[in-house]
C-alpha cells in the first residue's frame, strides 16, 4: 500500500526558513490517475486542514495557497519519489502539522482545466506529518 513518510520539520525563528520531505512508497503502477498530484497540507491546532502547495507528478505544474506565494517552493525528484517543500520568510501563522498526501486533479477554474489543486477532499493518501513550529 502507499505510504508517505514527512521529515524536516522543526522548530525556527520568524524569517527563517526549512525544507520539508516527503519520501513515497508502494505506487503499484507507472501512471496511476488517483495519484497523480503530491501535495503538502497544513493543519494548525484548532483549524482545519488547509492546502499550501500541490505538484502535478507528471508535468510538475504546481499550485499554491495564496498566503505561501513567493515564500514557499513544491518538488519533486522523480528518480527517488521523494517531494520537498521549500519554506522561507516564514511567520508565526505558517506554525502547523504539516501532512504530505498523494490525489488526483481537479478542475482548475484558472483556464488550466484538470490540475492539481489545493484542495484536501482531491488527496486519498496522508502521511503523518512533521510539525514546523515558529516563534
Known amino acids: 500500500h502507499v505510504q508517505l513518510v514527512e521529515s524536516g520539520g522543526g522548530a525556527v525563528q520568524a524569517g527563517g526558513s526549512l525544507r520539508l520531505s516527503c519520501a513515497a512508497s508502494?505506487?503499484?503502477?507507472?501512471?496511476?490517475?488517483?495519484?497523480?498530484?503530491m501535495g503538502w497540507f497544513r493543519q494548525a491546532l484548532g483549524k482545519e486542514r488547509e492546502g499550501v502547495a500541490t505538484?502535478?507528478?507528471?508535468?510538475?505544474?504546481?499550485s499554491y495557497a495564496d498566503s505561501v506565494k513567493c515564500r514557499f517552493s513544491i518538488s519533486r525528484d522523480s528518480a527517488n519519489n521523494t517531494v520537498y517543500l521549500r519554506m522561507s520568510s516564514l511567520k508565526i501563522e505558517d506554525a502547523a502539522m504539516y501532512y504530505c498526501?498523494?490525489?488526483?486533479?481537479?478542475?482548475?477554474?484558472?483556464?488550466?482545466?484538470?490540475?492539481?489543486?489545493?484542495?484536501?477532499?482531491?488527496?486519498?493518501?496522508w502521511g503523518r506529518g512533521t510539525q514546523v513550529t515558529v516563534s
Open positions: 508502494g505506487f503499484t503502477a507507472s501512471r496511476d490517475y488517483l495519484r497523480d498530484c
Open positions: 498526501a498523494a490525489g488526483r486533479r481537479g478542475w482548475c477554474n484558472d483556464g488550466r482545466g484538470y490540475c492539481c489543486r489545493t484542495a484536501p477532499g482531491d488527496f486519498g493518501d
Open positions: 505538484i502535478d507528478t507528471n508535468s510538475g505544474s504546481t
